[in-house]
């Protein structure tokens, strides 16, 4: 992996540090067990900042795609989510995974044709619907009605997916406004 140290600035750093220190610090770590939707959101911030830090300060391999996409599809199968949501230590790995899950994925971003970026996109997109709405009509494994370790409860999950939801499509809203501007040059 290629390290940009004239990109790497102070300024250009801020994003993804404080997305990083938002994600883990006592409060948070403290309040995630407690409200799913927490979780879930930092998961977003977690990836969105390594992805950050990753599109802009490094370049990496097309083989970089694979842990990419395999980290954050691995935390989000119940058994591992509702891991991770139950034991500090195991949510930490977590995080500090799906951060550097983010920046591989960023760092390999440049080197991929527009249709490889667009398969991808969607194909997230569509993950993350399918997570959604599985949550938002309450399907038991994302809970402690599965795995009695979980610290979630099946009505937490409603409101969860409605925050991935959400986030969703101002990420959405985010990368079509930037493809618009890049297509007719605005």
């Given at each position: 992996m290629q390290i940009l140290r004239d990109k790497l600035t102070k300024k250009s750093l801020i994003i993804p540090v404080?997305?990083?220190?938002?994600?883990?610090?006592?409060v948070t770590e403290l309040l995630e067990p407690r409200y799913e939707a927490l979780y879930m959101a930092m998961h977003y911030v977690l990836y969105i900042g390594g992805f950050v830090l990753g599109y802009i300060g490094f370049r990496g391999s097309k083989i970089y795609l694979i842990p990419g996409i395999i980290i954050p599809v691995f935390w989000h199968i119940p058994y591992f989510f509702n891991l991770g949501g139950a034991y500090l230590c195991l949510r930490i790995v977590e995080d500090l995974s799906l951060y550097l899950g983010g920046l591989v994925m960023g760092s390999t971003i440049h080197g991929l044709n527009n249709a490889i970026k667009a398969i991808l996109f969607v194909l997230w997109m569509m993950g993350d619907s399918v997570l959604s709405v599985i949550l938002i009509v309450g399907?038991?494994?994302?809970?402690?009605?599965?795995?009695?370790?979980?610290?979630?409860?099946?009505?937490?999950?409603?409101?969860?997916?409605?925050?991935?939801?959400?986030?969703?499509?101002?990420i959405f809203i985010y990368i079509i406004l930037g493809f618009i501007r890049t297509v007719f040059k605005i």
């Open positions: 404080l997305f990083l220190i938002v994600a883990i610090n006592p399907w038991p494994p994302y809970s402690n009605q599965v795995y009695p370790f979980s610290p979630f409860s099946i009505s937490e999950e409603f409101w969860t997916g409605l925050v991935m939801f959400g986030i969703m499509t101002v």
